[in-house]
């Protein structure tokens, strides 16, 4: 089973930038689509962009496109979340989560190895 550990995260300004990590172990990293979500206080958790196992194919929520950009190291066993232009509504707790198969990637459900979460939180 996969192991998944988040970092990176920290209290930024608006327009700043930051990138996270997940580094992953004890499983076959590169078989998995990963993928980044985000809670916010009071908040579901939701979908904020995800990443083919190859890394040929990446999907972003409408809210994070052409600002985040997910990519993935697989002879590192780490995925990453380059975030920039942040705004305050990017403050949340940042997971990265694992799943098979490429369906249904924008689904929490679907996604069954999940880090404990790295902090963002961005002021104005």
């Known amino acids: 089973q996969v192991q998944l550990v988040e970092s990176g995260g920290g209290l930024v300004q608006a327009g700043d930038s930051l990138r996270l990590s997940c580094a992953a172990s004890?499983?076959?990293?590169?078989?998995?689509?990963m993928g980044w979500f985000r809670q916010a206080p009071g908040s579901e958790r939701e979908f904020v962009a995800a990443?083919?196992?190859?890394?040929?194919?990446?999907f972003y929520a409408d809210a994070v496109k052409g600002r985040f950009t997910i990519s993935r190291d697989n002879a590192d066993n780490t995925l990453y979340l380059q975030m920039n232009s942040l705004k305050p509504d990017d403050t949340a707790i940042y997971y990265c989560?694992?799943?098979?198969?490429?369906?249904?990637?924008?689904?929490?459900?679907?996604?069954?190895?999940w880090g404990l979460g790295t902090q963002v939180t961005v002021s104005s």
């Open positions: 989560a694992g799943k098979f198969f490429i369906s249904g990637y924008y689904s929490r459900e679907r996604y069954m190895h």
């Open positions: 004890g499983g076959t990293f590169n078989s998995y689509t």
């Open positions: 990443i083919s196992s190859s890394g040929d194919e990446s």
